[in-house]
């Protein structure tokens, strides 16, 4: 049971480039969402889904795109990367539904664009 | 909207010393509150969460308690160990969405 799994661990791009970070789990979540982590503000979120075909914006939505056609994977799409999008993204799940679920957490991709 | 005040650190203690770090949030209904950890170079992991007010949360002996007429929801430790350095998030939940306090770093020393 790998949970959640995020790749690149590490990247830099080039402003103007595009590329996609990668996230998985293997616990059949309906709900995933990405954030950024940035330091003196926390963790914001940027989109989420509550599940396969279902997306919609979080707080700072502005450069990502994202799609869900499995249940399992959930990538985030910088389509022109600027600097002010460096930092720490996070992908997260939890069942939906009642009750509090709790989110688990990927290990992150930090990513710097120069 | 939401929102979840930590106290700024980072917080420096040596072992063995009792820990609170403070936490006030804004919200509209009943929300459920959260300490997340994250340890160096890691994701985030939950530590404790209430889901009422009165509830109290604990886990590694560390406790929190919701207290809704003060919206307060403090962290504290009796007796810190180094291995507790880490950045803390306290957080609100309203739905399946997240809000985020900034985090407080905690260091403890030997």
Redesign the interface.
Same mark, same amino acid.
């Given at each position: 049971n790998a949970g @959640?799994t995020q790749t690149p661990k590490f990247q830099v791009l080039k402003t103007g480039q595009s590329m996609t970070l990668q996230c998985a789990q293997d616990m059949n979540h309906e *709900?995933m969402?990405w *954030?950024r982590q940035d330091p003196?503000? +926390?963790?914001?979120?940027i989109h989420?889904s @509550?599940g396969a075909g279902i997306t919609d914006q +979080?707080e700072v939505p502005n450069g990502y795109n994202v799609s869900r056609s499995t249940t399992e994977d959930f990538p985030l799409r910088l389509l022109s990367a600027a600097p002010s999008q460096t930092s720490v993204y996070?992908c997260?799940s939890?069942q939906?539904g009642t009750g509090? /679920?709790?989110?688990y957490? +990927? /290990?992150?991709t930090r990513l710097t664009v120069t | 909207g939401n929102s979840v005040t930590q106290m700024e650190g980072p917080v420096t203690l040596s072992e063995e010393a009792f820990l609170t770090i403070n936490c006030t949030y804004t919200a509209t209904g009943y929300p459920s509150l959260f300490w997340y950890v994250q340890y160096p170079g890691e994701g985030l992991q939950l530590l404790l969460k209430a889901t009422k007010a009165d509830d109290k949360g604990s886990n590694k002996g560390f406790e929190a308690t919701y207290r809704k007429e003060t919206t307060s929801f403090h962290l504290e430790k009796g007796s810190v160990q180094v291995s507790d350095s880490a950045v803390y998030f306290c957080a609100l939940q309203g739905g399946n969405k997240l809000v985020f306090g900034a985090g407080t770093i905690l260091r403890v020393k030997s």
């Open positions: @959640v *709900y969402s *954030y003196g503000m +926390g963790l914001r979120l989420y @509550v +979080g996070f997260a939890s939906a509090v /679920p709790e989110q957490f +990927g /290990p992150g | -």
